[in-house]
């Protein structure tokens, strides 16, 4: 099972931007897929964006596209999330997750590889 440390979370003000690392251990980081979620205090844990594990396909949801961009170096065993244009309701803690891509270019989670999570706060 991989292990993963999320960072780059903070305070920021709307219209900003941030980026989020995750950084993986071990030598199975290419056999994954990798996604990012987040969770708002009372809601649920919502998916964000996903990669495949060659980084060739992405997704996101609906809210984010067009301001988020994920991407994965290989090299380094890490997966970013390039947040632009933040607005208040993205305010959440942000968990990355290995997991898996479907042949239909969506990404699914596979198993508890979850990171400690890192706090995005947008203020207005």
């Known amino acids: 099972q991989v292990q993963l440390v999320e960072s780059g979370g903070g305070l920021v003000q709307a219209g900003g931007s941030l980026r989020l690392s995750c950084a993986a251990s071990?030598?199975?980081?290419?056999?994954?897929?990798m996604g990012w979620f987040r969770q708002a205090p009372g809601k649920e844990r919502d998916f964000v964006a996903g990669?495949?594990?060659?980084?060739?396909?992405?997704s996101y949801a609906d809210s984010v596209k067009g301001r988020f961009t994920i991407s994965r170096d290989s090299a380094k065993n890490t997966v970013y999330l390039q947040m632009n244009s933040l607005n208040p309701e993205d305010t959440a803690v942000y968990y990355c997750?290995?997991?898996?891509?479907?042949?239909?270019?969506?990404?699914?989670?596979?198993?508890?590889?979850w990171g400690q999570g890192t706090q995005v706060t947008v203020s207005s």
């Open positions: 997750n290995a997991g898996g891509w479907s042949k239909s270019g969506s990404y699914y989670i596979m198993g508890g590889s």
């Open positions: 990669i495949s594990w060659s980084g060739g396909s992405t």
């Open positions: 071990g030598r199975t980081f290419n056999n994954y897929a």
